[in-house]
């Protein structure tokens, strides 16, 4: 890797030489993956590949490695002096072409270099066997290993193809049989550094995607800008999908509720019930509910219109936000909490609530259940396993098996990468993905 501030290049347009080159020479159609070359540049302006990330040696690693030492580089200049310096170049090959770029280093990927903080755990009461563990295989991936374009993920969806879209917070990829995909210039209408809010994947598998206070789609006609102009809000916080086909956007100014062509802005101007406009979450169950958070408590209204508001209940809703929920395969509920106004405190009112179909509440918290931390990012109903996978901050990854209790995954008893967890997917077969703060991890049945 390139370290410090003093850095070697090429001239502006080598890189698309080399590429061009290489288009020539080979046929991509059908290919994918990645290729990353540690050139050394030394003070005249020579270069010489030290290292490569193709085990197979092929001959395409060959005609890179001779197009890149044929180059004439710029030396790093230290003090008005040249100096050598390392440099990474990254080979990406999507869309039936392979591009290239420089890969360089920055101050706050030093500091990424070192290991993950300690876990917090703030339960004190549960003892965590993790028995289910080595039935697991974890394999992580980071921006210094793969083409990730950054160790903060921020989202990711999986849609019917089984790709992964995957948001960090430098940047957006696909991640298809284990190689990484930039979405950029090349193949979308953002940069490589674009941040993505939210994604979703509807019934059509049709991708809906929140970037740049803009929502854009990509589907079989491939990318567009939705409608702007009547859409009412600027972005969204979160974009949830339904299986009945409506796409659900959370923003500040309320819920918008898309469904083909129809755009309904759901505010308090228009149904007074809503506690704010402030909506964080909304889920629409198989029974025919509307389940809606904000950051003023949060509301059910059922397929009758009659609308249940859970402040001042006894229920575990009462003066919470839901932040996020799943349905198991018998209709069980199961709601991530976020308590008002609360940004870093372990609050016992916040954890996971679970409402039965015959109609019984639960409350789960750190205090008196084997949840690791009360402050939930994620939730996931594994139906293959009958598991609730649960992503926390601080705390990693818990597993709650509804029959045999609960296990805890963190950077201090496993190889998840980090011990915040920020959005869980998963796909057919049943392998789930972890949006976390170091890395991308990826869990698979063995």
Known sequence: ???????????????????????????FNGSSGTLTFQVMVDERGFSCVLSHT????????????????????????????????????????????????????????????????APIIYNKQYTYKNTTLDKYDLTTWTKFNSALPDNVGEACVVDREGVLWYATANGFARFDNDTFIPVNETNSPFTATTVVNAIGVDKDDTKWISANKSVYTFGSKGWRLFDSTNFKIAGASRVITN????????????????????????????????????????????????????????????????????????????????????????????????????SYDDIDEEGIAELTTD?????????????????????LYDKIDHVLWIGTHNSGLARFDLKNGWENYNNANSTVPGRDINQLAEDSKGTIYAATGNGMLRITKK
């Not at 090429?10 to 290489?22: A, D, K, M, N, R």
């Not at 101050?107 to 290991?115: M, T």
């Not at 508001?309 to 198991?328: G, K, Q, R």
């Open 1 to 27: 890797m390139d370290c410090g501030e003093v850095k070697a290049s090429l001239g502006p347009y080598t890189l698309e030489y080399i590429s061009f080159q290489i288009n020539h020479k080979y046929n």
């Open 54 to 117: 193709d085990p197979s040696n092929s001959q395409l690693t060959w005609d890179i490695i001779r197009l890149l030492n044929g180059s004439y580089w710029r030396p790093a200049v230290l003090n008005g002096k040249r100096v050598s310096s390392s440099v990474n170049v990254v080979f990406t090959i999507a869309n039936g072409k392979v591009f290239a770029q420089m890969k360089r280093m920055d101050p706050r990927d030093l500091a990424e270099l070192k290991p993950a903080d």
């Open 243 to 342: 299986p009945s086909g409506e796409v659900f956007f959370t923003n500040n100014k309320g819920l918008l509720i898309v469904r083909g062509d129809k755009l309904v802005l759901m505010d308090q101007k228009l149904f007074p019930g809503l506690p704010s406009n402030d909506v964080n979450y909304a889920y629409y169950d198989t029974q025919q509910r509307l389940w809606i958070g904000t950051g003023s408590g949060s509301i059910m209204i059922d397929k009758k219109q009659k609308t249940t508001t859970f402040n001042n209940t006894t229920t575990p809703l009462s003066n919470v936000n839901i932040t996020n929920m799943v349905e198991d395969e018998s209709g069980n509920l199961y709601f991530a909490l976020r308590a008002y106004n609360n």
């Open 359 to 379: 109609g019984q509440w639960i409350h789960y918290n750190d205090k008196n259940s084997g949840l690791p931390s009360n402050r939930v990012s994620s939730l």
